[in-house]
């Protein structure tokens, strides 16, 4: 009985409706090899064949040998004038290569399988899962989009954790969405707290917008996805120099502080966030804007995903001197000094969490 449940695990799943999509495709294998060599992972995925015939989960008649050379033109792309593979792989071997990825968290099965042309079917033969029946979008662009959203939902899980653990309460305007129609849920709550620009300029959109409960004076938090964090892909991820960094968040934040500048009074039921998971760009921010004096509230957080925690946090100095309702206490190095300081920015601004 046994073995007739574990035979059930390898049916048939899955058909061949598209092409091969080889670059989608070479992705995925590079990331189910992981640090070990191509030889060797050949020959991982090709014990489990055998391993899932000898079981009786495969029919004898399924071939378990996989070529080396296969897998190298598969990770190859298209690049280097290779054509890749013309054919694609079986279900079984597909099965294999996700059975034995790296970090099986990196790949999603319904991509992955669509990458070699492959969409999921049921009993009767009728598509389930269709990731490619979506208006002619690409897996690379369905890939990107669920990435930037898991990205989103868990910056905005940070945030809400480090307000939770100091105790502090928090309205959240927008249910985590990074969409405009936020803004009149905001507006309904602070009617005055975004008019109209005299000047042309569009409100920044946010990540969300939450009020602090217990604040003297309330604000709008609207945070501000760093656009390297909203839409950095890890392969396409380019190490620049500290004046191209510069250059970029000089394009992305300009705008903000000009209004703030010529339209003082249409942020002052505001704060800005903006938020770095990159510390070369957090650091470039502090030493572009350091000088900076502004008229309302704006503040930058440095966030580790993994951790899940802001690192550092800074605010950037007023023109009146009010201090910037910062997330969290901040101690700061001032001439041998250690000081809590919560309205000039600083160069090392290190969190000190309270303990659980």
Same mark, same amino acid.
């Given at each position: ?10 049916? $048939? ?20 090899? !992981? #640090?070990?060599?191509?030889? #060797?992972? +050949? ?15 495969? #029919? ?17 792309? $298209?690049? =280097? ?5 013309? @054919?694609?792989?079986?279900?079984? +071997? ?45 897996? %690379?662009?369905? %890939? ?31 249910? !985590? ?34 009020? +602090? ?56 039921? +505001? ?46 100095? @007023? ?22 300081? =919560? ?14």
């Amino acid at each position: 009985m046994a073995r007739q449940s574990k035979k059930s695990e390898i049916k $048939t799943e899955y058909i061949v409706k598209y092409g091969i999509d080889k670059e989608e495709l070479a992705r995925y294998l590079l990331i189910a090899r !992981g #640090d070990r060599t191509m030889k #060797d992972f +050949v020959h991982i995925c090709s014990n489990t064949l055998e391993r899932w015939k000898e079981e009786g989960l495969l #029919d004898s008649s399924v071939k378990a040998g996989i070529s080396e050379s296969t897998f190298s033109r598969i990770a190859k792309g $298209t690049r =280097y004038g290779e054509e890749g593979i013309k @054919r694609p792989l079986s279900e079984a +071997v597909m099965k294999a290569i996700y059975e034995n990825a790296s970090d099986p968290n990196k790949i999603e099965l319904s991509l992955f399988m669509a990458s070699n042309g492959m969409v999921k079917v049921d009993e009767k033969g009728e598509v389930v899962d269709d990731p490619l029946d979506n208006g002619g979008r690409t897996l %690379r662009g369905i %890939r990107l989009s669920k990435a930037r959203e898991k990205r989103k939902e868990d910056v905005i899980s940070i945030i809400e954790d480090e307000y939770s653990i100091r105790g502090r309460s928090i309205r959240d305007f927008t249910s !985590g969405e990074y969409k405009d129609p936020y803004l009149v849920q905001v507006k309904s709550a602070f009617p005055e707290a975004m008019p109209e620009s005299t000047n042309g300029f569009r409100w920044k959109s946010g990540l969300f917008a939450i009020h +602090v409960e217990d604040e003297e004076t309330p604000l709008i938090h609207n945070y501000i996805m760093d656009y390297e964090l909203l839409f950095n892909d890890e392969e396409e991820h380019r190490v620049r120099n500290v004046r191209f960094i510069k250059n970029d968040l000089i394009d992305d934040h300009s705008k903000l502080f000009l209004r703030d500048l010529w339209e003082p009074e249409d942020f002052k039921e +505001v704060m800005h966030t903006i938020i770095f998971a990159s510390e070369d760009r957090y650091a470039a921010f502090v030493d572009l804007f350091k000088d900076l004096h502004v008229n309302n509230y704006f503040s930058a957080i440095l966030i580790n995903l993994e951790e899940r925690c802001i690192k550092k946090e800074a605010g950037l100095a @007023r023109f009146d001197g009010k201090k910037v309702p910062l997330i969290t206490p901040i101690q700061i190095k001032k001439k041998k000094k250690t000081v809590t300081d =919560y309205s000039d920015f600083m160069e090392e601004a290190v969190v000190k969490r309270k303990p659980n």
